[in-house]
């Protein structure tokens, strides 16, 4: 397990640098003088020379990659067009936003939907699988703004349950250490903020989570049907184990594999790429971040936001990865 | 050996299935006594695994269902037992190992954490304990340095070596019937050898009942004491595995011995019992080897056979042994048996 997690970690490094050679290029493929660009159509030939000397990109094109690089192992994701602000702190709380959005929402679709999927395999066929499936089917068909509208208008206007949207009341802001709220308001010993922080989660992580828990519960479904038709659960059933041994100790855990692979791919899939949900629920995240550097074309922004996603993907698969490793022993590249 | 530990009844488990439904075990009876080996015998597809996974009561359900008959154990009918009752004899009072050693262990856990929970399963002993019984078994059953093998995982072993483990854990709470279920057939030749010695050896010093699934007519007469040879759902034979071997009554259990190579004569082609052994339906009427049967005449097509008592301890289920056959029939063809 050792000699695979370092193994496994090597492989980072190349991953790694081809990724930043890929944002690299493509944002340098883009036509178009930034110096030109930040000085405006007036400028002297004289000060825009000036300002590629500064900006490092009078440099041949793989010195600039090193330049990038080097500004890259420091922390530095270099400086905001519009707002001129250093985009590493702009980005961090951004970062933690959607972090702390999608841990909730992938605890919501896992929890339901693992037993959802384990229910359905278990009653296979029975009004149980079938109710089951029917709501996984309805939840995976459903547009995530409309799930979240719904949600807002019943459970935050009608009913008054639930904030409606933000990360916590406005007139009572938390001072952010780490940035994920909640972990705040525990360091801070302010339970009462803790549960504001958690009322505010509720809505948005139940629309995010519902897409992935309803593609968990049905793979965990089909793969829970294979493992129990497989010789070795019923050796175990042939030892006396009763069902609950035979399903959370055995099946569950041969099961686990391929619904894994989709937890995986769904935390990704949340964490890149969240914008509507960000958005309905004003939920200051990353995805709304680089949405907004789109629109103002800060070509800074969008290279860091495609950046850190990119990162955040890698090392949720290296997650995954070393899961896999962990549980199943014959697994070993 | 005249206690009887396990008894089938007019056993019948039938499958629901969309195209109808089957009866795979069509009112099977046999006995087991203490510490005998019992041979069940047939070809694939005639029943003899839903037999034994009857009396365990894992039949995949559904589409598979214990319609009708008994399953008497020491005076209870399994048939008729609870989900609880049954968890408690599996394993424990009867244990089962199969045939795919390759596939019968759960890939995910090691050896002993398999073999503990069996022990703690039917056994109060705390986990140290369970282990050092679990080392003892896997000693028991020739595995080398089972100190080191008991923290292995099933893949790091051969097949002889997983089969030995099953027949570990089968045998690790002192099981009065142990079910065997082609627990060679994947195997090599000199690997089977060694699993059946090891069974043997064990069903001599635990005096374990063994029924002994199989389709190998060489391995029935190396362990058993009396065989069971069933056709398309039904016994259609029973008796000691000498009688049977030297003198068998049923034509189907004749096909099977003359179908076995002989190393001594220079046969040029190996005999085959023509055609295949039938899709059963609830419809079917007449014996069901007539197809197939060199001795057939009018009531095998129109009458179901009955088991007919042939001899001290024999039966067979070919009108052939009907006492009340007409005699000319039976004389004629009983005249071209014998020639």
């Known amino acids: 397990m050792l000699a695979y997690t370092i193994r496994r970690l090597l492989m980072l490094i190349p991953v790694l640098l081809g990724m930043t050679l890929i944002v690299f290029s493509v944002v340098h493929l883009i036509p178009g003088n930034p110096a030109q660009v930040i000085l405006g159509e007036t400028a002297t030939e004289q000060a825009i020379q000036d300002l590629e000397a500064t900006m490092g990109i009078d440099q041949p094109y793989f010195v600039q990659y090193g330049l990038y690089l080097a500004d890259l192992l420091q922390g530095d994701l270099g400086t905001s067009l519009r707002t001129k602000g250093e985009i590493s702190s702009e980005i961090l709380p951004r970062v933690a936003a959607t972090f702390e959005l999608t841990i909730f929402a992938m ?100 629309a995010l989570g519902t897409i992935p828990m309803a593609i968990i519960a049905r793979m965990t479904r089909s793969s829970m049907l294979e493992v129990m038709k497989s010789d070795y659960i019923r050796t175990v059933r042939a030892k006396g184990s009763g069902q609950f041994l035979v399903i959370y100790k055995h099946a569950l855990r041969n099961a686990t594999i391929p619904v894994l692979t989709v937890i995986g791919l769904q935390t990704g899939v949340l964490l890149g790429g969240a914008i509507l949900t960000e958005t309905i629920f004003s939920w200051p995240g990353v995805g709304r971040y680089v949405y907004e550097g789109i629109n103002h074309r800060d070509y800074p922004v969008i290279q860091s936001g495609i950046l850190v996603i990119a990162f955040i993907f890698v090392m949720i698969n290296l997650i995954v990865d070393l899961l896999y490793a962990y549980i199943d022993p014959r697994i070993k590249y | 050996m005249s206690d009887v530990i396990l008894e089938l009844e007019d056993l019948h488990t039938h499958f629901f299935t969309d195209s109808g439904e089957i009866p795979a075990v069509d009112g099977v009876s046999f006995k087991v006594h203490k510490g005998e080996v019992v041979g069940v015998v047939g070809e694939s597809g005639c029943g003899k695994s839903v037999t034994s996974l009857s009396i365990m009561q894992l039949v995949p359900s559904p589409p598979g269902k214990i319609v009708s008959g008994q399953i008497n154990f020491k005076g209870e009918n399994l048939a008729q037992a609870t989900e609880k009752r049954m968890r408690q004899v599996r394993g424990n009072e009867i244990s089962m190992i199969f045939q795919e050693p390759m596939t019968s262990l759960d890939p995910l856990y090691t050896i002993g954490n398999q073999l503990i ?223």
Request: proline share 5%; hydrophobic share 40%.
């Open chain 2, 117 to 339: 929970e069996a022990i703690r399963m039917h056994r109060k002993m705390s986990k140290k304990e369970a282990k050092r019984k679990a080392i003892d078994m896997l000693n028991l059953v020739g595995i080398p340095r089972p100190s080191e093998v008991v923290d292995e995982y099933p893949h790091q072993l051969s097949g002889g070596m997983r089969q030995r483990v099953m027949i570990a854990m089968a045998m690790s709470c002192d099981p009065e019937v142990l079910i065997a279920d082609e627990p060679t057939t994947a195997l090599d030749v000199t690997i089977q050898a060694q699993i059946l010695d090891l069974m043997r050896g064990l069903n001599k010093e635990h005096n374990t009942g063994i029924l002994l699934i199989t389709h190998d007519l060489g391995i029935v007469a190396e362990m058993c004491d009396r065989v069971v040879v069933m056709y398309a759902g039904q016994v259609v034979e029973e008796g000691s595995v000498r009688e049977i071997l030297k003198d068998p009554k049923h034509p189907y259990t004749k096909g099977l011995i003359r179908s076995l190579p002989k190393i001594h004569e220079k046969e040029q082609k190996l005999y085959s019992i023509p055609g295949t052994v039938p899709k059963v339906s609830m419809e079917h009427v007449g014996c069901r080897f007539a197809p197939r049967c060199e001795y057939t005449f009018d009531r095998c097509f129109s009458d179901d056979p009955e088991l007919y008592e042939t001899d001290v301890e024999r039966r067979s289920r070919c009108f052939l042994y009907d006492d009340n056959e007409e005699q000319e029939a039976g004389s004629h063809v009983e005249s071209d048996l014998r020639s």
């Open chain 1, 107 to 206: 605890i919501f679709a896992i929890i339901v939907g693992i037993n959802a999927g384990i229910l359905s395999a278990w009653k296979q066929n029975t009004w149980v699988d079938i109710t089951a499936m029917v709501v996984a089917l309805i939840g995976v068909s459903m547009p995530v703004f409309w799930l979240a509208l719904m949600e807002q208008w019943i459970f935050a206007q009608e009913l008054g349950w639930l904030p409606s949207s933000g990360r916590q009341s406005s007139t009572d802001q938390i001072e952010p250490i780490t940035h994920f709220y909640v972990l705040d308001s525990l360091l801070h010993l302010d339970f009462d903020r803790t549960l504001t922080v958690l009322s505010h989660l509720v809505l948005p992580a139940v």
